[in-house]
């Protein structure tokens, strides 16, 4: 599921304690993927592009991307050089896969972080 141009780091402790997936986009791409429940920190930051979180239910076959709000608003975020999301994506549902995807490149180095 991964972009040759996205360089990544995974990592994963002994018994689910700390998940974590990071890495730069230097092209449009997807990030490695993260399960979790409750909460995720994500950090998307430098670079110039778009990036959009995204879900999958179905083990990877079909991706939507999130919800920002209670009106529906893609979570989708324009990076320029600064950091364009720092926070924290809630969730209920076992075995649902989270990504990033990089569907707008410009320029730069886009640097990401997703742990648990």
Known sequence: MSNDSASKYFSVKTGGVVQ???GTFTATGQSDTIE???SLNVLIHEGVGTVAIERSFDDGV???VISQDAVGTGASYDVNSNVA???VVLGQERK???RLNCTA???GTISYRMSQ
Do not use: D, P
């Open 62 to 64: 079909s991706w939507q």
């Open 96 to 98: 649902a896969l989270t």
């Open 20 to 22: 974590e997936v990071e």
């Open 105 to 107: 490149y410009t320029s």
């Open 85 to 87: 999301f720092n926070g």
């Open 36 to 38: 979790f429940v409750v």
